[in-house]
């Protein structure tokens, strides 16, 4: 048997609509009969500082167009059509280049391919991080990573570094001369959606498959921001492959990837399943974040190879904020791809009110019991708008409280008077009430609502995503109410409806001090109430499949 090479993700080039950044400090040198390209330090860094600007405040045309889909569709439920607007409006906000289209920024990934003639000064993630480096302390970015100072102590490194880069080889024909590279900001919502389950052959028979997702795409949940682009790979020479692969396919980087199998040990996306997939999605009822048919916008489905006796199975989200973009250097220059500059062009002529006639308007400046008794008329799914203080608080916050009331010292005041929105704010822009300040994942939490709401406290909170059944039985017991922020659109939310903020306590702990903020109308839905009802307790629930199939293969 002849040695044959078969690359196991084989895709053709992107093609996508260019933007030029610079063609200076690029040039070609002869060696020998080869050609090589020569890229200067300053080049590589500035690509990194323009991919880090565009894909914070910009998403692809394609993206917008599905969001404007869902608007359009009849079948939409008023929420989801209501989420898509709010998320057209929050991309228009944020592509102003101001205020980024999510308050957590995200950790900055490159994966770049390199051609074999390609000279730079060796150091190319050296300066790839000072583009970063550049991006995030002068724009009105978020610093989220956070270094261990001890096995237990962390400190906030404050220029949000370090960034993960992979450079790998390129070996197809042609690209000897071309650097390209892919740029993404993974925010922790969507990174914490990813997932890893080592399987076996039994699942590789359509019904067990469907079985296996209908259960575990349901544990995705909200918090990560849906609509999604759902990516699912099944196989893979190891388990971390697996993942990558994921990662990537839910960017839409491997979408030219064959669509059929063979034997030379190639991976194909499948795409009747990505469609069987879509369709499972949308009668789930989880919708775009409060009811619905848009769990996803799309789904990718890729089958790779595996060793016989392992089947990893990978799943992945890209999130409402659906930010990477290509890079490619060439002879010509260091080209970045276009992102959507206008996105204003997608929105309908119609307002929220057009939406849905059930909006409840909440005074926030009332005492606590007075919004409680305003809630407890609301059925779950009602959609609210919230005037007056809210108190902000996230995971450092909470820990600390609660090592102060195991010390035996009272709860403070402010958290038992107001409600409490679980969010971290991004750098507030010269001019600005508020950097972008949409809200983090409210599953972390969960531990701390019982005994809050013991001393008086969080009987009103405020996040993204759902809780857990012990959230719930707070609630009910304490008579509290967790209601549901719409995930995604932080830039909106900031210059629209958060008219003052300012640092309450705890003000070494950074963005994740405790705020106080003045809003008007912040748009909310009630999803735990305090009789017990939970509107993700259905939803999220897996339901008896009948899928008539041959046996398995």
């Known amino acids: 048997m002849e040695f044959h090479y078969q690359d196991m993700l084989p895709t053709k080039d992107a093609n996508p609509e260019w933007r030029l950044i610079t063609s200076d400090g690029i040039s070609t040198t002869q060696v020998g009969d080869r050609t090589f390209l020569q890229i200067d330090p300053e080049v590589l860094k500035l690509v990194a500082y323009e991919a880090i600007h565009d894909i914070s405040h910009m998403l692809r045309t394609s993206h917008l167009t599905q969001l404007r889909a869902i608007i359009d569709d009849p079948d939409a439920s008023p929420n989801d059509r209501f989420v898509a607007i709010d998320l057209l409006k929050n991309a228009n906000i944020a592509a102003g280049g101001v205020l980024p289209m999510c308050q957590d920024t995200g950790t900055a990934i490159i994966s770049a391919k390199r051609g074999s003639q390609i000279l730079t000064s060796g150091m190319d993630e050296e300066h790839l991080s000072a583009g970063i480096f550049d991006a995030f302390t002068k724009l009105n970015l978020r610093y989220s990573q956070m270094s261990p100072v001890t096995m237990w102590e962390e400190k906030n490194t404050g220029t949000n570094l370090p960034a993960q880069i992979e450079i790998y080889s390129d070996t197809k024909p042609g690209h000897e001369n071309r650097y390209e590279l892919l740029f993404i900001a993974k925010g922790g919502g969507s ?12 699942v590789l028979n359509k019904a067990s498959f469907i079985k296996f997702l209908d259960e575990k795409l349901r544990e995705i949940g909200t918090s990560a921001c849906p609509p999604y682009h759902l990516s699912i790979v099944v196989g893979g020479t190891s388990a971390e492959y697996a993942l990558k692969v994921a990662k990537y396919a839910s960017t839409k980087y491997l979408d030219s990837m064959p669509t059929e199998g063979g034997i030379e040990g190639s991976g194909f996306r499948d795409l009747e399943m990505e469609a069987e997939v879509l369709k499972l999605t949308q009668g789930f009822g989880i919708g775009a974040q409060f009811g619905g048919k848009y769990f996803c916008h799309d789904v990718r489905v890729i089958r790779l190879p595996r060793h016989g006796a392992s089947c990893p199975i990978a799943i992945a989200v890209s999130c409402s904020a659906d930010r990477q973009a290509l890079v490619k250097i060439d002879a010509t220059g260091a080209y970045i791809e276009q992102l959507e500059r206008d996105p204003a062009r997608f929105l309908p002529e119609v307002t ?7 909006v409840v308007h909440v005074d926030l400046n009332q005492p606590m019991d007075e919004i409680r008794k305003t809630l407890s008329q609301l059925p779950v799914k009602t959609r609210i708008m919230l005037s007056g203080p809210l108190i902000v ?61 013991q001393e008086g406290a969080s009987m009103v909170m405020l996040a993204k995503g759902n809780r857990s059944k012990a959230v719930t039985a707070a609630c009910a017991e304490h008579g ?33 001090a405790v705020w106080k903020i003045e809003v008007e109308n912040f ?26 199939v041959g046996p398995p293969a």
């Open 393 to 453: 608080a996230r995971d450092l916050a909470h820990a600390r409280i609660l090592e102060m009331l195991d010390r035996g010292e009272p709860m403070p005041e402010y958290f038992k008077n107001h409600a409490v929105y679980y969010a971290g704010p991004a750098k507030t822009p010269k001019g600005y009430a508020s950097g972008s300040f949409g809200p983090t994942t409210a599953g972390r939490m969960d531990a701390y609502v019982d005994r809050f709401q």
């Open 191 to 202: 990174a914490n959606k990813s997932f890893l389950f080592q399987e076996t052959k039994a």
């Open 480 to 512: 509290g109410f967790y209601l549901g922020s719409i995930g995604g659109p932080a830039a909106r939310l900031a210059k629209d409806n958060i008219r003052k903020v300012e640092v309450l306590d705890f003000a070494d702990l950074g963005m994740e």
């Open 523 to 548: 748009p909310a839905f009630v999803v735990v109430d305090d009789k017990g009802n939970d509107f993700f307790a259905e939803t999220l629930r897996p339901v008896t499949l009948n899928i008539a």
């Open 352 to 358: 929220d009110e057009h939406l849905d006639d059930n």
